[in-house]
């Protein structure tokens, strides 16, 4: 098992720039395929970026490709989120989540995913 914790979240201008981070702590980090999800009320959670376990290989949305940007570190137990260019329709609440038997397909498929974090506000003014 593994425990997620986000932090990062805040408000900011569209335009502006934000980093989410993931702490995992609990089994081997490097095991587990690491997503960032975003849900608005009454919405399903909509896919943001996925990457492996090495962080060789990335996934995007395509509403974030070329300004969101998903980097882990094995090291720290740690996944980013670099957002910049940031739009009022990013306004969300951001999970982090994991899963270390996910096939490299479906990484965008929220229902893959076993753990989940608390989630972190982003709220994109205006």
């Known amino acids: 098992q593994v425990v997620l914790v986000e932090s990062g979240g805040g408000l900011v201008q569209a335009g502006g720039s934000l980093r989410l981070s993931c702490a995992a702590s609990?089994?081997?980090?490097?095991?587990?395929?690491m997503g960032w999800f975003r849900q608005t009320p009454g919405k399903e959670r909509m896919f943001v970026a996925a990457?492996?376990?090495?962080?060789?290989?990335?996934y995007y949305a395509d509403s974030v490709k070329g300004r969101f940007t998903i980097s882990r570190d094995n090291a720290k137990n740690t996944v980013y989120l670099e957002m910049n260019s940031l739009k009022p329709e990013d306004t969300a609440v951001y999970y982090c989540?994991?899963?270390?038997?996910?096939?490299?397909?479906?990484?965008?498929?929220?229902?893959?995913?076993?753990?989940w974090g608390q989630g972190t506000q982003v709220t994109v003014s205006s």
């Open positions: 990457i492996s376990r090495s962080g060789a290989m990335t």
């Open positions: 609990g089994r081997t980090f490097s095991r587990y395929v």
């Open positions: 989540a994991a899963e270390d038997s996910i096939r490299l397909g479906y990484v965008s498929d929220f229902s893959e995913y076993d753990y």
